[in-house]
């Protein structure tokens, strides 16, 4: 796998994840990083980039993410935490989790949700929020209760962006 950030983008309603380059004002952006960091880190970094650590609340949001970033050992930090509340939320809108996939193994006292590949699908786990795993970013409109501005209607992540997540 290269090691050049890869960038995943659009998820039109149904047509999930297209490349960077077809997309559109209607689909949600996503990032995938190439190095690691803490949840509350990864978060911050998003925050950056004018996105969000991602909503992964669909089957077809992980079907197509799949064949994006193909089989690997890696966990992803995403958007789910349950960290000092009493259920799970995503910090991108504050919903509270409809989906997860089966074999999901999540425990509230453990506060931050990763995903990782296993048995040829996803699921989601639950680790210590400080734990260093790669993360998953999503254009959003708003992110822990701060509305962004997107002056374009594509996603595209600048080369000094890009550096801040490749440090």
Not at 11 to 28: F, H, Q, S, V, W
Not at 153 to 159: F, G, L, Q
Request: with cysteine.
């Amino acid at each position: 796998m290269s090691q050049v950030p890869r960038i995943l983008c659009c998820l039109p309603i149904l047509l999930l994840l297209l490349r960077t380059d077809e997309a559109n004002g209607k689909g949600i952006c996503l990032y995938v990083s190439e190095k690691t960091a803490t949840w509350f880190h990864a978060l911050a970094i998003c925050k950056k980039l004018h996105m969000c650590l991602a909503n992964l609340d669909t089957e077809i949001t992980l079907i197509q993410m799949k064949s994006k970033i193909g089989p690997d050992e890696h966990e992803y930090w995403f958007g789910l935490n349950a960290y000092e509340k009493p259920n799970f939320r995503y910090v991108s809108n504050n919903k509270s989790i409809e989906y997860a996939p089966h074999n999901s193994k999540l425990v509230n006292n453990e506060g931050c949700v990763f995903v990782k590949e296993q048995y040829d699908f996803f699921k989601f786990e639950s680790a210590n929020c400080d734990d260093r795993r790669r993360f998953i970013c999503t254009k959003t409109e708003e992110c822990d209760g701060v509305t962004f501005k997107h002056e374009q209607s594509k996603c595209v992540i600048t080369e000094e962006q890009r550096d801040i997540v490749a440090y």
